[in-house]
């Protein structure tokens, strides 16, 4: 009779995984740090809400009041205010976003990676339960042929 092999065992020659979040974190410059926190604070509702009632009060003191309207309609400092405001919280955004962006493209990648390495495993215990398959074959046949 032939004999049968187990595959070798499998040997994991690869880093272990790391949390790329932490590194991308650890890496970040304070001005990352600083667009990021922007974005943050722009995108909520809660600057919303407090922006929103700052522009409703300067509209409504500006309008009723009876010595000195320091911008009076149709508010023009409050526009400049407003311009400038969006002229660099788009810019300070796009950066958090450029920065957002390339963290997703290098996990992207070390998901790529995982995924080979996963697929090595996975193909290392296939081709072990194959071979314990045809093992058991060959035992089942040689109970059957001694009964």
């Known amino acids: 009779m032939k004999k049968i092999h187990f595959p070798p065992p499998f040997r994991h020659n690869h880093p272990p995984i790391k949390n790329l979040n932490d590194i991308i974190d650890e890496r970040m410059t304070r001005g990352q740090r600083m667009a990021d926190m922007v974005a943050r604070t722009v995108g909520s509702w809660r600057f919303i809400i407090i922006q929103s009632i ?29 311009s400038l405001q969006a002229a660099y919280t788009a810019p300070i955004i796009m950066m958090s976003q450029n920065r957002l962006a390339e963290k997703d493209r290098i996990e992207a990648h070390n998901d790529y990676l995982l995924n080979v390495k ?29 009964e």
Not at 54 to 82: E, G, K
Not at 119 to 128: F, K, M
């Open 118 to 146: 996963s697929e090595q495993e996975i193909q290392a215990v296939l081709d072990h339960l194959n071979s314990q398959c045809v093992m058991l074959d060959k035992i089942l046949e040689k109970i059957t042929v001694s």
């Open 54 to 82: 700052l522009i409703a009060c300067w509209a409504a003191l500006n309008m009723v009041a009876y010595i000195r309207h320091w911008d009076p309609y149709p508010f023009i400092l409050l526009n400049l205010f407003l």
